[in-house]
């Protein structure tokens, strides 16, 4: 099992910024990809961006140029620096993770409760 913590969500007002952290314990192996994905009132859940245990990102279309995924120092935490944000990002923001065998499959699936980002217009 993989235990993920989640801190840094909040109000803040459209074009402000704000810093999502996401701390991975248990077993996590080093071969991991970990991300955020988020769900707005009534609608689906959706990828915004992932990291791999390589440092390589990827993000959702609607994301690219505000936000900023990384692994800053600690290989198993992740941060989101999320700038200029927009009303239509509201949602509950989750962090996601994921082992990954060798040829980089992932092995299981594990997600944190979520924490809450609403952006006022």
């Known amino acids: 099992q993989v235990q993920l913590v989640e801190s840094g969500g909040g109000v803040v007002q459209s074009g402000g910024s704000l810093t999502l952290s996401c701390s991975a314990s248990?077993?996590?192996?080093?071969?991991?990809?970990m991300g955020w994905y988020r769900q707005a009132d009534g609608k689906q859940r959706e990828l915004v961006a992932t990291?791999?245990?390589?440092?390589?990102?990827t993000y959702a279309d609607s994301v690219k140029g505000r936000f900023t995924i990384s692994r800053p120092g600690t290989e198993d935490t992740i941060q989101l620096q999320m700038n200029s944000l927009k009303p239509e990002d509201t949602a509950v923001y989750y962090c996601?993770?994921?082992?990954?065998?060798?040829?980089?499959?992932?092995?299981?699936?594990?997600w944190g409760y979520g924490t809450r980002v609403t952006v006022s217009s």
């Open positions: 996601n993770a994921k082992n990954r065998d060798p040829w980089n499959k992932p092995l299981d699936d594990f």
């Open positions: 248990g077993n996590i192996r080093n071969n991991n990809i």
């Open positions: 990291i791999t245990s390589y440092k390589y990102p």
